[in-house]
């Protein structure tokens, strides 16, 4: 008994199928990542610029009214007031905004929450 060699094969057909899906599946990931750090970077200065013209409210008008001025404001700049101090020489405002990740990591839910803190002083 005697054994043929078996003849090789002659085509290349579907040899890079397995590469391009791993290509592609990495460039996916890296277009959600760039995605996701770009909504992280529009909510931290949204939250900056929220702050900065709740704390210039705070500034303006003193008294009690400071803050709910303050707490108007950022609410219309899409941001919530976690701290509100009004003195007479300057006025401190924390707000927080929430933006979605658009992705669902395990751990950190939905939402993307950055925080702000600015501090405004009277001019005089």
Known sequence: MSVEP?????SDAGSTTVPAIGIAGAAAALALMVGTI?????????ADAAADLAAI???????EDGCATAEEVATRNGATITECIARPDLGT?????????G?????????????ATAVAGRAE
């Open 93 to 101: 405002a924390t707000v927080t905004v929430e933006a979605p990740l």
């Open 57 to 63: 409210a705070v500034v303006q008008v003193q008294g």
């Open 38 to 46: 770009g909504q992280g970077l529009v909510a931290g200065a949204r």
């Open 103 to 115: 992705i669902r990591i395990p751990g950190l839910g939905d939402d993307l929450t950055v925080e």
């Open 6 to 10: 078996t003849a090789a094969p002659t």
